[in-house]
């Protein structure tokens, strides 16, 4: 999860030693809370002036390499062959989102994305098919970050990283729980996770070359694209986790919304 247009969900992929995982993720939950807004809604942003700098280091690495590379990873595979790879991407990640939904009290939903992966790893040839659509099980996504929110763990301060790009102290803290708990950054999942990590950074391309126009607007064309990005980031997290206040009749981001967390 995260869908960020940065390589934030590649790095769920690298091994860490098990000593120091029950202290990395007891230091998580504590930053995930160490900084709260006044309400859910206001922007919370105490280290603008460093977000900044780093905002501008991605700007430098998304017209150097991200847009260039999904550029012609776009022009050179065809849409159906972007797709699949992309359901085989999403389809490694449905262990852990099956976990998470059961730390969430959403049994049911858990339960579907075991069915889906079992039934797209089989039939659907290691998920670049989807025929569990046909069965009528959902893709319920989930990453710690979305348990943290159900758990109420408050978003906490915007963050800038390089190359990683916006998050909260919330998702951020989550993502490094995601890290550590991801089945396939094991070193007897290596080979899968190679594959993984192949079919991220291809769905990270994919998904730039897809809201191309979107993110060439908010990067390139506004009068403030740190503040742009910043507003967008928060709007379509929370609006994600339930949380938006926006009237949906007035968001022009409505329609990209939808697209970035039901594809």
Partial sequence: MTNNYYLRDTIVLLPTPQLYRPAIVA????????????????????NEAVNREMHDVNIVIDSAALRPASQVYGDVLPQPVRTRLDNASRNLGLPAAMVNKLLQGQVEQAAQNGFRFAI?????????????QDFGFEEQQAGFADTLAVWGVPEGAYSVSPVLGPSTQRDSAGLIVDILTNPFGLPSASDVANVQLGLKVTETLNYRHT????????LYDSADSYAQLRLFYLDSRRFQLGQSTRDAASDPYEDLYDGLYEE
Avoid: K, Q
């Fill in 27 to 46: 230091g998580t939950l504590l930053l995930a809370a160490c900084s709260v807004p006044d309400t859910p809604t206001d922007i919370h942003d105490p």
């Fill in 120 to 132: 797209n790893s089989t039939l659907g040839l290691f998920g670049l098919f989807d025929p569990a």
């Fill in 211 to 218: 809201f191309m126009e979107t993110f060439d607007s908010i």
